[in-house]
């Protein structure tokens, strides 16, 4: 009867061992779980984060395109323009030397 005593608290003793051993595992878990769900809200705001950027680049982008668009423009104009002035020029040069021809000064 004795034998049967202590070979059931032997029983009683690695169970109550299996239990805290259960039970810190299930703590550990805990931790980690707290560990990973901080870790996922830190990414997931570094991703909010880097989407706000990539926006930002975006438009940026995007607004110096429309500067690039403007400044050729701008270009093109001021080419128009020269060409114009250069036409004017030449043709102001060719009525002087129709004149001078007319007046007979231009061989």
Do not use: P
């Not at 029983?11 to 805290?20: D, W």
């Not at 997931?44 to 926006?55: A, F, H, P, V, W």
């Not at 002035?85 to 231009?106: D, I, N, V």
Request: one cysteine or more.
């Amino acid at each position: 009867m004795q034998q049967e005593q202590e070979r059931l608290l032997d029983g009683q003793s690695l169970l109550n061992q299996r239990e805290e051993y259960v039970a810190s595992k299930c703590q550990e878990l805990n931790q980690l779980e707290k560990v990973l769900e901080v870790s996922k809200a830190n990414i997931e705001k570094e991703l909010r984060s880097l989407n706000d950027e990539k926006s930002n680049l975006e438009l940026t982008a995007a607004s110096l395109s429309q500067r690039e668009e403007v400044g050729i423009f701008k270009y093109y104009c001021w080419c128009e323009l020269y060409y114009f002035s250069c036409c004017c020029t030449h043709l102001r040069f060719l009525l002087s030397a129709h004149r001078l021809l007319l007046r007979g000064k231009l061989y």
